[in-house]
């Protein structure tokens, strides 16, 4: 079943009551409902908001991934339940004993999906992907030769006609865009996980200290082309795509109900990402030896 997107933007008040999430307008008064269990995502984005603590236990008892906003509109926190999978501690364990030349094959696994997936959209705008494509035929064990990072160099001179355009956290647009939509994706990402019954923070490759989602930083790399891929579309629908309003969010956030290509089916991304990182426990486990990730 699809889970709700669910995007406040206004001043609510949200409680809980049989089953259902009320939510309450501080502006009219009015009420709306909806069931708890349909919901999959929040994203709360003004700072008048008010909730009650049996509501954020009711969403994470559901595996409701939370979304915080900041004073700027950016995603700043996210908020999970810990307690998702019957055979976590098992999982964990798994997980935690990995040994290195699984990490390092796995994340060589990560980085050609996510190249393979910049060339196909390079190829889909109608550039030259070639480049790309023979980075991601040279990427060996661990990546120890960076082809990520030359593949990128390469990526971002070329999705976007912008002369100088610099992928940047603070950069100029569509910087702000596309840090957006990765938000949600790593909330996204981190909820799949969770759900799967892994630790986000113990990550394959990443590994900063001050990082609580290194494994969510992992798996979501092959998924950052769809993010890019989406506003691609919405630069050029919007002249004014410069200027971050409620229209790009909503978009942005509807990537999470797009749907993508796995070899043998179609699903919604938020499904993927449940397929990707069900995936990752099985490699884990010693039952499988390939992540599995949709391609553009």
């Given at each position: 079943?699809?889970?709700?997107?669910?995007?406040?933007?206004?001043?609510y008040?949200?409680?809980?009551?049989?089953?259902?999430?009320?939510?309450?307008?501080?502006?009219?008064?009015?009420?709306?409902?909806?069931?708890?269990?349909?919901?999959?995502?929040?994203?709360l984005?003004?700072?008048q908001?008010?909730?009650?603590q049996?509501?954020?236990?009711?969403?994470?008892?559901?595996?409701?991934?939370?979304?915080?906003?900041?004073?700027?509109h950016?995603?700043?926190?996210m908020?999970?339940?810990?307690?998702?999978?019957?055979?976590?501690?098992?999982?964990?364990?798994?997980?935690?004993n990995?040994?290195e030349?699984?990490?390092?094959?796995?994340?060589?696994q990560?980085?050609?999906?996510?190249?393979?997936?910049?060339?196909?959209?390079?190829?889909?705008i109608?550039?030259?992907?070639?480049p790309?494509?023979?980075?991601?035929?040279?990427?060996?064990?661990?990546?120890?030769?960076?082809?990520?990072?030359?593949?990128?160099?390469?990526?971002?001179?070329?999705?976007?006609?912008?002369?100088?355009f610099?992928?940047?956290?603070?950069?100029?647009?569509?910087?702000?865009?596309?840090?957006?939509?990765?938000?949600?994706?790593?909330?996204?990402?981190?909820?799949?996980?969770?759900g799967s019954?892994?630790?986000?923070?113990?990550g394959i490759?990443?590994?900063?200290?001050?990082?609580?989602?290194?494994?969510?930083?992992?798996?979501?790399?092959?998924?950052?082309?769809?993010?890019?891929?989406?506003?691609?579309?919405?630069?050029?629908?919007?002249?004014?795509?410069?200027?971050?309003?409620?229209?790009?969010?909503?978009?942005?956030?509807?990537?999470?109900?797009?749907?993508?290509?796995?070899?043998?089916?179609?699903?919604?991304?938020?499904?993927?990402?449940s397929?990707?990182?069900?995936?990752?426990?099985?490699?884990?486990?010693?039952?499988?030896?390939k992540?599995i990730?949709?391609?553009?």
């Open positions: 079943m699809l889970k709700r997107i669910l995007y406040f933007s206004n001043p008040h949200l409680s809980f009551k049989n089953n259902q999430l009320i939510i309450s307008s501080k502006d009219t008064g009015e009420t709306k409902k909806a069931a708890i269990e349909d919901l999959g995502f929040l994203v984005d003004n700072q908001i008010t909730f009650t049996s509501v954020m236990q009711a969403l994470a008892e559901n595996n409701t991934a939370v979304v915080l906003c900041d004073k700027k950016h995603p700043s926190s908020l999970f339940h810990l307690d998702t999978n019957s055979v976590q501690t098992e999982i964990f364990t798994e997980q935690i990995a040994k030349p699984l990490k390092k094959n796995l994340w060589k990560i980085v050609e999906a996510k190249i393979k997936n910049q060339a196909a959209l390079i190829k889909k109608g550039k030259n992907e070639k790309v494509l023979f980075m991601a035929s040279q990427v060996n064990s661990g990546d120890t030769t960076n082809r990520e990072a030359q593949a990128s160099r390469y990526y971002w001179q070329n999705i976007f006609n912008i002369k100088n610099k992928r940047e956290r603070f950069g100029m647009p569509p910087n702000p865009s596309l840090n957006y939509g990765y938000s949600i994706l790593r909330a996204a990402v981190a909820r799949a996980l969770t019954g892994l630790l986000p923070t113990l490759h990443h590994h900063n200290k001050y990082n609580a989602y290194c494994l969510a930083d992992d798996i979501m790399e092959p998924y950052r082309p769809f993010v890019d891929e989406c506003v691609l579309e919405i630069m050029s629908e919007n002249p004014d795509y410069h200027i971050m309003d409620k229209n790009q969010k909503a978009k942005l956030l509807n990537i999470l109900n797009m749907d993508v290509e796995f070899e043998k089916f179609t699903r919604p991304l938020m499904v993927g990402l397929i990707t990182t069900a995936s990752l426990v099985r490699c884990f486990s010693g039952e499988a030896k992540i990730y949709p391609k553009i």
